[in-house]
């Protein structure tokens, strides 16, 4: 089980996106914890809609079993070329 939480719903592009993620149960140990920013793109016609997702890019936040119930801070800077 994990929570997390972001600071705001809106960022700028030119300021990091920031929060916290909280392992609060987990039967097995944990190797690592990524987070995934993905770009999903909607095109829709007469025959209904399509969505595409891509990888803009991945981070590892922590490494190893991390304590159950401590906030881990989240800091994602939006790369320049791959945001819209």
Same mark, same amino acid.
């Given at each position: ?17 920031? !929060?916290?993620?909280?392992? $609060?149960?987990?039967?097995?140990? #944990?190797?690592?914890? @990524?987070?995934?920013?993905? &770009? ?7 025959? !209904?809609?399509?969505?595409? $997702?891509?990888?803009?890019?991945? #981070?590892?936040?922590? @490494?190893?079993?991390?304590? &159950? ?16």
């Amino acid at each position: 089980c994990i929570r997390g939480t972001f600071r705001s719903l809106e960022c700028p592009l030119k300021s990091p996106l920031g !929060g916290e993620v909280v392992v $609060e149960r987990c039967s097995v140990p #944990i190797r690592s914890i @990524e987070l995934q920013l993905l &770009r999903v793109e909607t095109c829709g016609c007469a025959e !209904g809609y399509s969505k595409d $997702e891509t990888e803009v890019q991945n #981070i590892q936040i922590a @490494e190893g079993d991390v304590p &159950r119930g401590l906030p881990i801070p989240t800091v994602m800077v939006f790369p320049r070329l791959f945001s819209c």
